[in-house]
Nanobody, 126 residues
Framework: QVQLVESGGGLVQAGGSLRLSCAAS????????MGWFRQAPGKEREFVVA????????YYADSVKGRFTISRDNAKNTLYLQMNKLKPEDTAVYYC???????????????????WGQGTQVTVSS
C-alpha cells in the first residue's frame, strides 16, 4: 500500500520560508517521479513543481520559479520542497504525489500521478 505523508506546513509571514517534506512508503520510491501540487480555497488544484525519478530533471511553475526548490532523497524515501520569499498567494493546501512519468515533458501533468498525500496547509500572512 502506497502512502505519502506531508509535513512542514504552517503559518508564516510574507517573505518568510517553509520546508515541506513528503515521506513515501509502499513502492520503490526511486523509480517514480514526484511532484508538489497545491489547492487554494475556491480554486482548482494547480501544479507547483516536480522532479524526475533520478532527481536529474525538475520542472517549475512560473509562479514559483526562483523561490521554491524541489529535491529528493531516494535513500530516505523523502521528497522536499524548500519555499522561500513566500507570498500571500502561495496560501494553499500542498499535496505531494508520485507516479510514472514517461517523459520530463510530462512532469507537470497531474494525470501521470497515481498516488497522492493528504496535504499540508501553508498559510502566508501579509
Amino acid at each position: 500500500q502506497v502512502q505519502l505523508v506531508e509535513s512542514g506546513g504552517g503559518l508564516v509571514q510574507a517573505g518568510g520560508s517553509l520546508r515541506l517534506s513528503c515521506a513515501a512508503s509502499g513502492r520503490t520510491f526511486s523509480r517514480y517521479a514526484m511532484g508538489w501540487f497545491r489547492q487554494a480555497p475556491g480554486k482548482e488544484r494547480e501544479f507547483v513543481v516536480a522532479i524526475s525519478w533520478s532527481g536529474g530533471s525538475t520542472y517549475y511553475a512560473d509562479s514559483v520559479k526562483g523561490r521554491f526548490t524541489i529535491s529528493r532523497d531516494n535513500a530516505k524515501n523523502t521528497l522536499y520542497l524548500q519555499m522561500n520569499k513566500l507570498k500571500p498567494e502561495d496560501t494553499a493546501v500542498y499535496y505531494c504525489a508520485t507516479g510514472f512519468v514517461p517523459s520530463t515533458l510530462g512532469l507537470g501533468t497531474a494525470s501521470h500521478y497515481d498516488y497522492w498525500g493528504q496535504g499540508t496547509q501553508v498559510t502566508v500572512s501579509s
